[in-house]
């Protein structure tokens, strides 16, 4: 069974302006061309393919600023700003797209940035790769400074769920997590760990790519979600006012 994969990254409570979220977003964009050729282009979401198409998001703050104000939410202001973009790919199963809900300050929410992946085809083989995906979240974690952050499959996900407190981090294939949440102990082979720009860890469970379908894939990650849970770093997300 072919599995599907996404990626996020996640963070408490942060009250920041439009201004603020579109220099994060600015620095994000201009860094995604470097992680595959699939993520050179950026659409705004639209009513149809074709009219997503008229509206390119290019990495200025002149363009970006009102971008991330339209998608202010309209009742309540400590929920911050709720946009998504889309990679312009001439196939559904070949699209990337991102959501992200940035600038919320309410104890009841939370910040993101989620990409949907392809499912196949030359853009799945490009993006699905250890090296890819870990600079993917490399990027990401260096423009929003989240919490946590993973890319796992929706399967391994669904395996972990019951179990998983809410709010605290999953570790799947490639996991993100803050510095401020602690030293990352020593982790068993295969697994590769890689610091972020002082500001957090990528912790890379193999090189070859990851399936729940593979037991000693799953194996694998729980020994290290142990080992991670038992030296703190795996608390529940808590906002911070």
């Known amino acids: 069974m072919n599995e599907s994969y996404y990626a996020g990254v996640y963070w408490g409570a942060r009250k920041e302006s439009s201004e603020e979220?579109?220099?994060?977003?600015?620095?994000?964009?201009?860094?995604?061309?470097?992680?595959?050729?699939?993520?050179?282009?950026?659409?705004?979401?639209?009513?149809?393919?074709?009219?997503a198409l008229k509206r390119p998001l290019h990495p200025t703050l002149a363009e970006l600023e009102p971008f991330v104000r339209k998608g202010k939410d309209r009742t309540f202001d400590d929920l911050g700003f709720s946009?998504?973009?889309?990679?312009?790919?001439?196939?559904?199963?070949?699209a990337t797209g991102f959501l992200l809900a940035c600038g919320g300050y309410s104890e009841w929410g939370g910040n993101r940035c989620v990409y949907t992946l392809p499912s196949k085809g030359p853009s799945f083989e490009n993006l699905l790769s250890a090296t890819t995906l870990a600079?993917?979240?490399?990027?990401?974690?260096?423009?929003?400074?989240?919490?946590?952050?993973?890319?796992?499959?929706?399967?391994?996900?669904?395996?972990?769920?019951?179990?998983?407190?809410?709010?605290?981090p999953y570790v799947g294939w490639v996991t993100y997590l803050a510095r401020h949440r602690g030293m990352v102990p020593s982790l068993p082979a295969p697994v590769r760990v890689e610091l972020v720009e002082g500001k957090g860890t990528l912790i890379i469970l193999t090189p070859?790519?990851?399936?729940?379908?593979n037991p000693d894939h799953v194996a694998l990650a729980e020994q290290v979600r142990e080992?991670?849970?038992?030296?703190?770093?795996?608390?529940p997300l808590q906002a911070q006012p």
């Open 83 to 94: 946009i998504g973009g889309w990679n312009g790919a001439g196939d559904d199963y070949e």
């Open 208 to 213: 070859e790519r990851f399936t729940a379908s």
């Open 227 to 235: 080992l991670l849970d038992r030296a703190g770093l795996l608390k």
């Open 21 to 51: 979220c579109a220099r994060r977003l600015k620095i994000l964009l201009e860094g995604l061309p470097s992680v595959a050729p699939s993520l050179e282009r950026w659409f705004q979401q639209g009513k149809s393919r074709a009219d």
């Open 135 to 168: 600079e993917l979240m490399r990027r990401t974690a260096g423009a929003w400074e989240p919490d946590w952050g993973v890319a796992i499959s929706e399967q391994h996900r669904d395996l972990l769920k019951p179990r998983r407190p809410k709010g605290a």
